[in-house]
């Protein structure tokens, strides 16, 4: 199945994105849809933004006054979508990706800024297929376990990089 997707990059001011990122994130997008055997063409938007734009989204739509990784704002429910009438396509929703936040998680956790990124879009649309973890139990396993599924097919499994360091 090739799943067909418009994915929509965009940045704020002052935040720099690495060269491949917007490849990546387009890759993350369509393989989710596929790995979910989403029907039809679909629609996402995602931007790269500070740690300070982050932080006023989650105070404004979540009232946590705090900076996070990513937030998600999906536009359908029960997997009925909005569809954009000039293509056809499910409007799936927004996500937006800190880069400072992913930059320090990247090292945190001891993998590249890529697979970072790529966690955090495929997490991000998962959320907007319906998929949710802050219960906890079953929902959180499955969940987990499409990212891991995911993220390994395109290459980025665990504390895999994209290169090996010479020593």
Known sequence: MNAKAKVIISKDDGVRVPAGVKLLVRRCCIAVLEEEKFPGSAEISVTFTGDDEIRELNRLHRDIDKSTDV?????????????????????????????????????????????????????????????????????????????????????????????????
């Open 71 to 167: 937030l998600s704002f999906p536009l359908g429910e029960n997997g009925v979508y909005d569809i954009n009438p000039a293509t056809g396509a499910k409007l799936l929703g927004d996500i937006v990706i800190s880069v400072p936040h992913a930059v320090a998680q990247a090292e945190e956790y001891g993998h590249s800024l890529q697979r970072e990124i790529g966690f955090l879009t495929v997490h991000s649309m998962l959320h907007l297929l319906g998929y949710d973890h802050v219960g906890g139990g079953i929902e959180e396993v499955r969940m987990r376990e499409k990212e891991e599924k995911v993220l390994t097919e395109l290459g980025l499994k665990r504390n895999d990089t994209y290169y090996m360091e010479n020593n």
